[in-house]
Each structure stands twice: as C-alpha cells, then as structure tokens.
C-alpha cells in the first residue's frame, strides 16, 4: 500500500492543523492505523492509532486531549486533526500502516510508511 500525507504547514501555538493520509494500492479498512512524528535531532516517536474499523483509538501522553484520529474507509483516508498546538509538537509528521498489529506505538510493528508531513509551531 502506498501512504501520501498531506496538510502540515506553519501554525502559532494554540492553533490547528488536519492532517490526511491517503492510501493507494490497497483496501485500507485492513490495516490499523498509525501517526509517528520527528523531530529535529530526535527519534521518531508514537503520537497516534486507530483500528482498523476505527472502534479504538490510543493516543501518546503528550498529545491525549489535544488530537484526534479517525479515519473514512470509504475515501481510504486516515486522520489527525491537531488543536491547541504547542511549540513542542514541531516535527515531521508520518502516518503508518499495520498489517497485524502486535505492538502498535512500536515503529517495528508498521509493514508501510509514508512520506512526512512538516508541521511547524510557532511561539
């Protein structure tokens, strides 16, 4: 499956942003569904999963009641809608794909990836 993320951009701090992953090549409703973020000098991290009816949802600490994923499988597209945005949350955004989820804000645990997203947050 081929990921595209799109809809990072500069936003100041208290703002929001939407970003979208689009899939190609297969169903998407077969995969569970991952959102990491890098930045810069940093690992890449965990912020975001959802199943892959979309029925469950776990988020990282440092972003729970601040974002939001959902997806629409009938478009193949996956979700992370980001409010009240922080300087912290600058990074390049990745969305992920999870065949059989095992470990799922494991890195290792995702079978494709997509190309990033740049997200900046202004002070």
């Known amino acids: 499956v081929q990921l595209q993320a799109s809809g990072g951009g500069l936003v100041q701090a208290g703002g929001s942003l939407r970003l979208s992953c689009a899939a190609s090549?297969?169903?998407?409703?077969?995969?569970?569904m991952g959102w990491f973020r890098q930045a810069p000098g940093k690992e890449r991290q965990f912020v975001a999963y959802?199943?892959?009816?979309?029925?469950?949802?776990y988020y990282a600490d440092s972003v729970k009641g601040r974002f939001t994923i959902s997806r629409d499988n009938a478009k193949n597209t996956v979700y992370l809608q980001m409010n009240t945005m922080k300087p912290e949350d600058t990074a390049v955004y990745y969305c992920?794909?999870?065949?059989?989820?095992?470990?799922?804000?494991?890195?290792?645990?995702?079978?494709?990836w997509g190309q990033g997203t740049q997200v900046t947050v202004s002070s």
């Open positions: 992920a794909a999870d065949k059989f989820p095992t470990n799922w804000p494991n890195i290792g645990d995702y079978d494709y």
């Open positions: 959802i199943s892959n009816s979309g029925g469950n949802t």
């Open positions: 090549g297969r169903t998407l409703s077969n995969y569970y």
